[in-house]
């Protein structure tokens, strides 16, 4: 059985490189992908949104419905195994076996903890409110302010960062995150633009429509932002806890 | 923009081999944390492939991602399992 899989994953890496042997040059500007659309998202980028990173300006102006179905991939992610996982109604036993009590009075750890949580967090904050202007965005933001919960339980425990963000909080903020974002896309509509047309926002925010798109832009990503810090903080608890939101690992 | 990427292969070349070391011995290790371990250098691997190419988001996402959280969750899960794997 062992030879058999080899094989068939031999042969089909040959394939594949045999495959990637008719693949367009790295960067040429001929490749069919970027025959279309690329140069006008280059061109005129800067120009109808305002964002010099055009990255995001794809991302959350031009792309917008792929990046709120991401984001909707991701809800129903946690979703599913928040179902899974979290045991509410039956109090089974524990299937794992018991883990050795951990002393968690570790104070160097707890030091550098309460040090590096607040920092963390900034720069969560940073990365996605300067995603306009550098690499970053509501994705990698959320990612890294979720990585501050999961520090605090893993430094001091899992009770400690519940009873700061309690579940059903977190519960909410998955969901809210989402509703931002597609909120802001009906709002459009409501203004008779199509739906995620920010330039609608124009008269409401009193500036330009580039600027209108620009903080459209700005909106969804901190939408998406709370979505993934959220599901992030959800996913750890509920894997590290076993769905017993108990002292966690 | 002066940039020749070609002057970079045997930086490239290096990448690439450290990941496909860590992506045999992330298969053929028996314990599953070393593994996972394993599974987040290579996310950081490629995380400098990416920056080389010059797509800068693309590498930030994965170092959040790919070898932050998502190390951490397979760690917590493997916490759960029996830490050494059959095959």
């Known amino acids: 059985m062992k030879q058999l899989t080899l094989v068939l994953v031999t042969l089909i890496g040959v394939l594949l490189l045999q495959a990637a042997m008719d693949l367009p040059d790295w960067s040429d500007p001929a490749s069919p992908a970027s025959l279309h659309l690329s140069s006008h998202y280059l061109e005129k980028g800067l120009e109808e949104t305002g964002v010099p990173n055009i990255v995001t300006a794809v991302l959350a102006d031009y792309r917008s419905y792929d990046t709120l179905f991401e984001t909707v991939v991701i809800l129903a992610a946690g979703l599913i195994v928040l179902t899974i996982l979290r045991r509410t109604l039956r109090r089974r036993p524990k299937a794992v076996r018991p883990r050795p009590q951990r002393e968690s009075q570790d104070i160097i750890l707890q030091g550098a903890a309460r040090l590096l949580v607040p920092a963390i967090q900034v720069f969560a904050l940073y990365v996605v409110a300067h995603g306009h202007y550098s690499p970053g965005g509501g994705f990698q933001g959320g990612v890294i302010f979720g990585t501050s919960f999961i520090l605090l339980a893993l430094c001091y425990d899992l009770r400690v960062v519940l009873a700061r963000f309690r579940e059903k909080t977190v519960l909410f903020c998955c969901a809210a995150g989402v509703l931002l974002y597609a909120g802001v896309g009906a709002l459009c509509m409501a203004l008779g633009w199509n739906f995620l047309g920010y330039a609608a926002l124009a008269g409401m925010l009193g500036s330009t429509e580039v600027m209108a798109r620009s903080h459209g832009i700005l909106a969804v990503e901190i939408g998406v932002g709370i979505t993934v810090m959220a599901i992030m903080v959800s996913l750890y608890i509920d894997l590290a806890s076993g769905g017993d939101l108990d002292e966690g690992l | ?87």
């Open chain 2, 1 to 87: 923009m002066d940039w020749d990427a070609s002057l970079l292969w045997q930086f490239d070349l290096l990448l690439l081999l450290m990941a496909v070391i860590c992506a045999i011995a992330a298969l053929s290790l028996k314990d599953l944390i070393s593994c996972a371990v394993i599974g987040g250098v290579y996310s950081f691997l490629l995380c400098l492939a990416w920056t080389e190419m010059l797509a800068v988001d693309v590498a930030f996402t994965e170092a959040a991602v790919g070898a932050g959280i998502s190390t951490v969750l397979i760690l917590g899960t493997v916490l759960h399992l029996n830490r050494r794997s059959k095959d």
